[in-house]
């Protein structure tokens, strides 16, 4: 059973530009987390998806930032118009409904 | 708002050493604690405690959750060059985040040889 996995693994973004980061959970888990970890930070909550629905966006900023969970496919975390300070690492997690969460390897994004 | 704050923020030490991670918490709605280790790459999960009092233990790791004082603990005896990592501790948000974690700055180990 492979983990969670997560690509690209480096992206590098000149600002303005998109970035596009995908998260395809584990084999039978319907609920993903993203995260975004800055520089000398801790993970910081930004959105929990299950299939085909958004259940709590509250750690999202408002503008630029989108994220999806199609019912096939990975699950999308979407920045529109980056900026330099959306460089962090981007980790997803997935979980089959209860407390046990599994954590992909992390985008590390670089706006340039 | 919740609060996750984790001592020391970094720490050195030799290996054979022992040492203290400290957790401490203001949740509304406590349901329970996780610590996770990371190193360089995805946090790996290290323990759960909802309990108080009762001690986990994993090997050379263990940890305790005292809910009275709002605290917990990651003891690592006879540390090796491999605990080098960053020590996570976190808490689940509300009940309407699912499980979605809300995590301390962590606790960044050096084990010396």
């Known amino acids: 059973n492979a983990g969670v996995m997560q690509n690209p693994r480096h992206l590098v973004r000149r600002r303005g530009q998109e970035a596009r980061l995908r998260c395809s959970p584990m084999k039978g888990h319907s609920h993903v987390y993203w995260y975004r970890q800055l520089p000398e930070e801790g993970l910081k909550f930004m959105v929990y998806?299950?299939?085909?629905?958004?259940?709590?966006e509250s750690g999202m900023p408002k503008e630029r930032f989108s994220a999806e969970f199609p019912k096939e496919g990975p699950s999308i975390l979407r920045i529109q118009q980056v900026v330099r300070g959306d460089s962090a690492a981007y980790f997803c997690?997935?979980?089959?409904?209860?407390?046990?969460?599994?954590f992909g390897p992390g985008t590390r994004l670089t706006v340039t | 708002e919740d609060k996750v704050v984790q001592s020391p923020l970094s720490l050195v030490v030799h290996e054979g050493d022992t040492v203290t991670l400290n957790c401490s918490y203001e949740?509304?709605?406590?349901?329970?604690l996780l610590w996770y280790k990371q190193e360089k790459k995805a946090p790996t999960f290290l323990f759960m405690l909802t309990s108080s009092g009762i001690e986990k233990k994993s090997g050379r790791l263990s940890s305790i959750l005292d809910k009275k004082e709002l605290f917990s603990i990651l003891n690592i005896t006879a540390t090796q060059t491999g605990d080098s990592a960053v020590y996570l501790c976190a808490t689940p948000k509300n009940s309407n985040s699912g499980y979605a974690l809300n995590f301390g700055k962590g606790t960044s180990l050096l084990v010396t040889p």
């Open positions: 949740v509304t709605n406590f349901r329970s």
């Open positions: 998806l299950q299939k085909e629905n958004i259940i709590d």
């Open positions: 997690a997935s979980s089959p409904g209860h407390w046990e969460q599994y």
